[in-house]
């Protein structure tokens, strides 16, 4: 039997019941894109293969030719269920208990897809075509390692001229109730290895060694005092972690030859990965100067950064965030906080290309066992984005 695409309930039980558990896709995109196609929508598989990695399969949809264009963004891959029979119910079920649904996937994010699909199937009953474009760019990886999905897909994109005037993604964001949270935008994320080198030697003859932890200690010391900022109006302040310290010698009587740290700073908009990287040096550089000792050599270190940086952003686009927040407020009665909070998300990818914002449902039970949706929280989020879509696109939505 064919499913309802105006019914959240009927699209999330089949979804969860495609166990795409990345990097499998497991029909979960077949369901989109058949609901897609119901509605017109010009359906395209973009699957991505980085070597030595499996092949990810996603997806990108649209309908309309011109006017404004609105996307959505999101996952049908999902962690994997954990211990199954720690499960009150078989996790790929979709079981209704107590008023919720519970599944993986329920609310990270098969959930906000579901909401979605069946947001767009009302506006269009109600108000017929509209006037401009929506497209959709659904992954099969965002919670693997994230090279083969939304990134790809939005170069290819791009090579193709296709050009977003705004994003919304579908990610949990609310702390507790539906209307906690819209996010504006994340922090940015950076790590780096120190490694101190010195010379190996016996402890009872340390003026023939040189022990580089002596200057390991007060380098990362260096790194964490004094704090990188207070925070800026948007965000809280930037924090740097050192995540490991690691010399690896089973020895007690010898003076290792080399030490490391590993650290990640999660960063604020008063900084770039670029002043950031900068300003981290020159601590390390000036600590690694007061920890030099007579006779022995200038401490010698290095720092390696990781290839990929995730630079912090902030969304200003009045339309985009007005238009979402004033659909919330109608339909939960709450004003949404507008955070920066939170870990990264493939909002960071897209920001490249329009102004981006993120809401979805409650994130409780994400990643858990017995991860559920309550039904209420569904059709609260489906009716709020059928009233962001009307919004958006400027028509007066009196439902
Ligand atoms: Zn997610």
Redesign the pocket.
Known sequence: MPIKPSDPIALLSALIRCPSVTPDEAGALDLVQAVLEQHAFDVKRLPFQTDGQPRIDNLYATVGTDGPHLLFAG?TDVVPPGDENAWSSPPFDAVIRDGAMVGRGAV??KGGIAAFLAAYARCVETNGPLPGRVSLLITGD??GPALDGTLRVLQWLSEHNVHFDACLVG??TNPNAVGDMIKIGRRGSHTGRLTVHGTQGHVAYPHLADNPIRALVPMLDALMNPPLDEGSERFQPSNLEITTIDVGNPATNVIPAEANAVFNVRFDDRWSAATLVAEIEKRLATAAANAARPGYAPIDWSVKWAPRVSEVFVTHDEKLVGTLAKAVETVTGRTPELSTSGGT?DARFIKDHCPVVEFGLVGQT?HKIDEQVPLADLERLTAIYERFIAGWFGLESDR
């Open positions: 996952h990270d994010m965002e919670e990610e949990p998300s994400m």
